[in-house]
C-alpha cells in the first residue's frame, strides 16, 4: 500500500491554475499562464528539491485535461527532457469524464467512480501514487480524504486571480521536509495529519 501525493506549484496566495504555459488553462479569464516555468528554470535549488524523494512512485494519477497537456507536451520535447522517460515508463492513470482513448503508453482509464477507484489503486500499490496538477481531482480527492501528502512548490509572486489549490476542506498537516531556494522558493513535503493519528496522541 502506498501514499497518494499530491505534486503541486503554488503561488504565495495558492493559486496552482496553468503554471506552465500561457495557453494551458485560460479558464475563467486567467491572463497569467505560465506564471510558474520561467521562475523554476532559473532555480536550480528549487528544481532539485521539488525532483527528489520520488524513488517509491508507483504509478502517476491525472485528470484528463493534466494528462493531455503535460505528458502530451514532454513526450513530444526535444530530448533529452529530464521527464520523458519517466513519463512513458510509468504507468498512468486517468479520471476523465469523456472516455475518449488515452494516446500516450502505458496509461489507464480509471472507472468512473473515480473516489474508489482511486482508493483501490493506493491500497494495491506497491509504491506511492503521483498526482500531478489536476486542480478538480485533487480538491475531489482531498474532499474524500484520500490525499495523504503534499509536495509543493511555492513561487514567491502573487497572482491575484485564479484556481486556488485548495478548497474549504479542513486538512491538519505536519511538515515532513522543507527547502528555501535563494530566491525565495520554498519545495515542501506536508504530510495530512488524520483524526485516528491526532487520536493516538492523546
Not at 8 to 27: F, H, I
Not at 68 to 87: I, M, S, T
Not at 156 to 170: A, M
Request: no cysteine; charged share 20%.
Amino acid at each position: 500500500m502506498g501514499d497518494l501525493v499530491a505534486v503541486e506549484y503554488v503561488s504565495l496566495d495558492g493559486v496552482m491554475q496553468a503554471p506552465g504555459a500561457p495557453d494551458e488553462d485560460p479558464r475563467g479569464g486567467f491572463e497569467h499562464g505560465g506564471w510558474a516555468t520561467t521562475r523554476f528554470a532559473a532555480d536550480p535549488v528549487a528544481m532539485q528539491a521539488s525532483m527528489e524523494g520520488h524513488s517509491d512512485t508507483a504509478a502517476l494519477l491525472f485528470g484528463r485535461r493534466t494528462y493531455d497537456q503535460l505528458v502530451g507536451h514532454w513526450l513530444n520535447a526535444p530530448q533529452p527532457n529530464p521527464f520523458a522517460d519517466v513519463l512513458r515508463k510509468t504507468p498512468k492513470y486517468v479520471a476523465s469524464r469523456t472516455r475518449a482513448p488515452l494516446t500516450h503508453p502505458h496509461s489507464f482509464l480509471l472507472g468512473e467512480n473515480t473516489l474508489e477507484s482511486v482508493a483501490s489503486l493506493t491500497k494495491e500499490s506497491a509504491g506511492d501514487v503521483v498526482l500531478l496538477g489536476s486542480g478538480m481531482l485533487v480538491r475531489d480527492l482531498a474532499a474524500a480524504g484520500l490525499v495523504d501528502r503534499y509536495l509543493l512548490s511555492i513561487l514567491p509572486v502573487v497572482l491575484g486571480t485564479g484556481t486556488r489549490l485548495f478548497g474549504d476542506t479542513f486538512a491538519p498537516m505536519e511538515v515532513v521536509s522543507s527547502t528555501i531556494s535563494p530566491t525565495g522558493t520554498v519545495v515542501a513535503t506536508y504530510r495530512v495529519v488524520r483524526e485516528r493519528d491526532i487520536d493516538g496522541q492523546r
